[in-house]
């Protein structure tokens, strides 16, 4: 006897399921993303090299300021480019530095770590060097 109330129990059910509209197709679900960041790793590497993230590393040899250790020149360069107004001072903030290490690491693109890295250390065969210090770390 049970086993016949529960087979009209679920007779009943899948008679009820089946008379239930679909949902509607008017609604959709967003799913956050997360960003792609081609130089990342790069970043991370040079950043060892240069200060060990250091973002408030000063080498007064070179006059090279903060994470990315920008020179002067690059910075005279970023901004006859860009048209900015960026001070040394502002080096010392990493998203500012940043800023600038990404505009010329997209001039290149992110396939070849090896010429971003040794175009942002400078020229000449100690970028040889810099580059393998670099690529270790990646």
Known sequence: MKTLRRLLLVVALLFVAGRVPAPS???F???????????G????A???VETRHDTLAFNPVEEAVG?????????EDYNNRTGSNIKMADLYN????????LY???????????RIARNWNGSGPKTHIYWNRVKKLL
Do not use: C, H, W
């Open 67 to 75: 994470y990315f250790q920008i020179r002067p020149i690059r910075l």
């Open 25 to 27: 197709t008017d609604s």
């Open 104 to 114: 010329y690491a997209s001039r290149i693109g992110p396939n070849n770590f090896e």
């Open 94 to 101: 990493y998203e500012v530095s940043e800023r600038i290490f």
């Open 46 to 48: 040079i950043g060892m």
């Open 29 to 39: 679900v967003l799913y956050a993303q997360t960003p792609v960041n081609p130089f």
């Open 41 to 44: 790793k790069l970043i991370y």
